[in-house]
Each structure stands twice: as structure tokens, then as C-alpha cells.
């Protein structure tokens, strides 16, 4: 039996990506010589579907279960919430901070900032 996993890459700094596995929609953070470093489990349940990171090197978690897009520190706390009218899917957060999301609804693209 062969398991074949996709992932999507995200760079946080200089030593250290985060990985989003589609089989289990949980986000994995690995460094650049690809060892794993942690799971983001508290994220399983809540549909992970897109990643990003601010020049902070804070991680930006599309969670299509809650329509929202969670906050987190670089260790995976939780910092606060951006409420999405629809299903969020990709993220991008420009340089002066304001965050991006693109999202099943007819107006496609929510700014916060």
C-alpha cells in the first residue's frame, strides 16, 4: 500500500516552514532540513484550508468550519480571530499589515486593515 500525501509550503522566517498535510488538514510545521518540529492539531477539526505568514512571522490559519481566519504566534497560539462572510480559502497579508482573504461568497475577497 502506497500513501501519497500533498502538502502546501508556507516560509515563516529564515529556519522554519509550516506545511498544511490535504490528506489530514492539519498544518505541520517542519524546518528547512525537513524535520518535523509539531502538529497544529487544534486545527483538525476546524477545516484548515489556507496558510499564510506576516512579516512577524505570525501564522494565518483559513478555517472553513468557523468561517474565520485564526491568529496565531509563531509557537501556535492563538491570538485573535478575522471573522469571513464566506468559506476562506487563500490568505495573503500585505507588507503595511492588511490581510487578504478570498472566500466562497459573491463578493470573493474580504480586507481587514
Same mark, same amino acid.
Given at each position: 500500500?502506497?500513501?501519497?500525501?500533498?502538502?502546501?509550503?508556507?516560509?515563516?522566517?529564515?529556519?522554519?516552514?509550516?506545511?498544511?498535510?490535504?490528506?489530514?488538514?492539519?498544518?505541520?510545521?517542519?524546518?528547512?532540513?525537513?524535520?518535523?518540529?509539531?502538529?497544529?492539531?487544534?486545527?483538525?477539526?476546524?477545516?484548515?484550508?489556507?496558510?499564510?505568514?506576516?512579516?512577524?512571522?505570525?501564522?494565518?490559519? +483559513?478555517?472553513?468550519?468557523?468561517?474565520? %481566519?485564526? *491568529?496565531?504566534? =509563531? !509557537?501556535? &497560539?492563538?491570538?485573535?480571530?478575522?471573522?469571513?462572510?464566506?468559506?476562506?480559502?487563500?490568505? +495573503?497579508?500585505?507588507?503595511?499589515?492588511? %490581510?487578504? *482573504?478570498?472566500? =466562497? !461568497?459573491? &463578493?470573493?475577497?474580504?480586507?481587514?486593515?
Amino acid at each position: 500500500c502506497v500513501c501519497v500525501f500533498m502538502f502546501e509550503s508556507v516560509l515563516l522566517s529564515s529556519h522554519v516552514t509550516a506545511m498544511r498535510q490535504f490528506a489530514h488538514s492539519t498544518p505541520q510545521v517542519f524546518d528547512l532540513q525537513g524535520t518535523h518540529k509539531r502538529s497544529l492539531d487544534r486545527f483538525a477539526n476546524e477545516g484548515p484550508h489556507g496558510l499564510c505568514f506576516d512579516g512577524a512571522g505570525r501564522l494565518y490559519v +483559513a478555517c472553513a468550519t468557523s468561517r474565520q %481566519v485564526v *491568529v496565531c504566534n =509563531q !509557537d501556535g &497560539t492563538r491570538l485573535h480571530t478575522l471573522q469571513v462572510p464566506g468559506l476562506p480559502r487563500a490568505i +495573503a497579508v500585505l507588507r503595511r499589515g492588511t %490581510v487578504l *482573504v478570498s472566500h =466562497q !461568497d459573491p &463578493t470573493g475577497v474580504a480586507r481587514f486593515g
